[in-house]
């Protein structure tokens, strides 16, 4: 009977990038040019809402994130690039 998947090491990982989005997201919205404000505009997500998960106050469901990278002018693939291999060290 095969190995059951081990719930902690996917707990780990999910937590890894909840750590990651905020700064990924203040980085692509900085690096495009865009206040909050702005990025409120372009993608339909609140000021409010977007200084919440930048701050790691809020974690954002798939559709959101999918919102916001649309907003940024990228795909959802791109916007979640690095989540998973960024340095820690950093």
């Known amino acids: ?14 937590e890894r990038i909840r ?3 905020p700064r990924r997201l203040q980085e692509l919205r900085e690096a495009a040019g ?5 990025l409120a505009r372009e993608s339909g997500v609140s000021r409010e809402y977007i200084g ?9 469901t798939l559709p959101v994130t999918a919102q916001l ?3 940024l002018g990228m795909t959802l693939e791109q916007f979640t690039h690095h989540l998973e291999d ?4 950093e």
Not at 1 to 12: F, G, K, L, Q
Not at 86 to 89: C, H, P, V
């Open 69 to 71: 990278s649309y907003g």
């Open 86 to 89: 960024q340095d820690d060290g």
């Open 34 to 38: 865009f206040t909050k404000y702005g």
């Open 1 to 14: 009977m095969p190995a059951a998947p081990d719930n902690h090491d996917a707990h780990d990982y999910a």
């Open 19 to 21: 750590e990651r989005l």
């Open 52 to 60: 919440k998960i930048e701050r790691g106050k809020a974690n954002p």
